[in-house]
């Protein structure tokens, strides 16, 4: 009867063991893999991603005669050019290292599918499905450089007067058993503001959380810009990322809570209108957006009231407001 006890015992305490080890919060922040120093990973060896802390993160890599014709999904980086313009210096980061004066770091690229020239989501599947806290993103050296100076293919941001309400944004959705939980927008820059001295491009890690997601089983990573031609996307279509699933900084208020205390909605779901509460001494630009990212109407100065939604289709949209704090981004659903 006691070995039965016994037995029992460590049966128990070996699932309790297994269930923590599967429910434990992971963080993958890219320093265990290795590289020469101020080089990159891009998939070339045609593995077709690589792991890191407990998480797989794709690559597609294509070549053309030997020679590299295109790569997307995520590679890894530890270059430190903050000052080269132009394609070849697609894998370093703005900020010159990774976060926290960490070496190594993720770089993901997105490519446009050639028929529609609509982006194609970079995918992280997640088993079991989690809630996954966020990750530190901030621009790559390419797409920075571009968006501060224009070349042939892209434009300046906010054009030769500097008034052009131009934008570039990550979009990241979440989904469980392919519906999709909910939508974070991060803004990699933002030149949409009445005075232009509020403008801004990300050059510093910043945190993204994602933890309004909820419980999820895959991440879809997509990037916008205000600069579009004929065949999509004029800004180079990359970001960087580091510490995925870590912890939002200790020395400030993470985007969820600071979202939570500077913009406040109601009510949600609304019916004619929508009232919004701004719990800040500044202004900003409020801009109403539908599921595909489709401008409904912008409001700048914005300082607080109510919006009328009346003559909207029932459905989902998405309200943004920009301070010199930062993008916060709400959902509502019109009924």
């Known amino acids: 009867m006691k070995r039965i006890k016994l037995f029992t015992v460590v049966a128990i305490l070996l699932c309790f063991f297994q269930w923590l080890n599967l429910n434990a919060q992971t963080v993958a922040t890219f320093d265990n893999l290795t590289l020469p120093v101020d080089t990159f990973w891009n998939g070339s060896d045609m593995s077709g991603g690589f792991s890191d802390g407990g998480y797989f993160f794709p690559n597609s890599y294509t070549s053309y005669g030997g020679t590299a014709y295109a790569w997307s999904g995520f590679a890894y980086s530890d270059k430190t050019d903050t000052v080269t313009t132009g394609l070849p210096n697609q894998f370093s980061a703005i900020v010159g290292k990774g976060y926290n004066n960490s070496t190594t770091y993720a770089v993901s690229s997105i490519l446009a599918d050639w028929i529609s020239y609509q982006p194609i989501p970079n995918i992280i599947k997640l088993n079991p499905a989690k809630v996954i806290n966020g990750f530190y993103v901030t621009n790559s050296t390419y797409t920075y450089l571009t968006i501060l100076n224009g070349n042939s293919f892209s434009k ?116 004619d209108n929508i009232n919004i509460i701004i719990n800040d001494r500044t202004s900003g630009k409020i801009s109403l957006n539908d599921i595909t990212g489709k401008e409904i109407k912008s409001i700048e100065n914005f300082k607080g009231g109510s919006i009328n939604l009346r003559n909207l289709q029932t459905g989902i949209y998405f309200i943004t407001y920009s301070t010199p704090k930062g993008t916060f981004v709400k959902k509502i659903s019109k009924k």
């Open 156 to 271: 300046k941001f906010g054009g030769t007067t500097g008034n052009d309400p131009d934008w570039f944004m990550l979009k990241i959705q979440g989904y469980h058993s392919g519906i999709i939980t909910d939508t974070v927008k991060f803004y990699l820059a933002d030149y949409r503001f009445a005075n232009n001295s509020l403008d801004y491009i990300v050059k510093d890690w910043k945190w993204c959380d994602l933890s309004s997601l909820g419980t999820i089983d895959s991440l879809a990573f997509t990037l916008y810009s205000s600069d579009t031609g004929a065949y999509g996307m004029n800004t180079p279509s990359y970001f960087c990322m580091d510490n995925f699933n870590g912890n939002a900084p200790t020395n400030g208020i993470s985007q969820l809570k600071e979202e939570q205390i500077i913009m406040n909605v109601f009510p949600n779901p609304c019916l």
